[in-house]
């Protein structure tokens, strides 16, 4: 199947429905990983489904600008060494 990241903008309204979009990452044994997006309001929504569920999640902050900033400089310093192997070459 070859599906290694689900992002689900909004938590679905019963659990079934995330287990089953979550688990299109798993498939014939393989590893993958869910990305849920939620607000504030729709945090119960997460306890529902972790309970019923019987999934643990575990929740991360939004990267702020710095790493978002640093990521990316490493990202190009990766580009422009390439660059320079393939021009000295």
């Not at 199947?1 to 979009?21: A, C, F, M, S, W």
């Not at 849920?36 to 929740?59: C, D, H, P, Q, W």
Request: one cysteine or more; a positive charge; hydrophobic letters at 35%.
């Amino acid at each position: 199947n070859g599906i290694e990241l689900v992002v689900q903008l909004d938590p679905p309204k019963d659990p079934d429905t995330y287990v089953h979009r979550s688990g299109r990452t798993g498939r014939a044994n393989t590893k993958g990983t869910c990305v849920m997006l939620y607000t504030n309001r729709k945090e119960m929504m997460l306890s529902n489904i972790s309970r019923r569920a019987g999934v643990k999640f575990e929740r991360a902050m939004p990267p702020q600008p710095a790493e978002v900033a640093a990521a990316a400089a490493t990202g190009i310093v990766a580009k422009i060494k390439e660059v320079d192997s393939e021009t000295a070459s």
